[in-house]
């Protein structure tokens, strides 16, 4: 029942910004934490940031300064915000959300986040 919806991704010259946006829905349990990770073609899936209810962050250090992940735990949405984009980032963007009374996570559908030099 759980689902996430994810918006924001989009093509950027370098040195832009972007801003990705990932409710969850479906459900009424806590969301422990949540989480943004990206995969470029013919990469690994990479854990981005995370963020916990409380609003304790960790990133990935290729995005640190540059990446800041932000929840509302009322609406249950998550967000990235990314300047200074550099076409390394380009990769499909995806959201990820634990629920602990449920002991299970969930992800979205992803968001391509294209950046051009």
């Known amino acids: 029942q759980v689902q996430l919806m994810e918006s924001g991704g989009g093509l950027v010259q370098a040195g832009g910004s972007l801003r990705l946006s990932c409710v969850a829905s479906?459900?009424?349990?806590?969301?422990?934490?949540m989480g943004w990770y990206r995969q470029a073609p013919g990469k690994q899936r990479e854990l981005v940031a995370t963020?916990?209810?409380?609003?304790?962050?960790n990133y990935v250090d290729s995005v640190k300064g540059r990446f800041t992940i932000s929840r509302d735990n009322a609406k249950n949405t998550v967000y990235l915000q990314m300047n200074s984009l550099k076409p390394e980032d380009t990769a499909v963007y995806y959201c990820?959300?634990?629920?602990?009374?449920?002991?299970?996570?969930?992800w979205g559908q992803g968001t391509q986040v294209t950046v051009s030099s």
């Open positions: 963020i916990s209810y409380g609003g304790s962050t």
């Open positions: 990820n959300a634990e629920y602990s009374a449920l002991k299970k996570d969930y």
């Open positions: 479906g459900s009424t349990f806590r969301i422990s934490a």
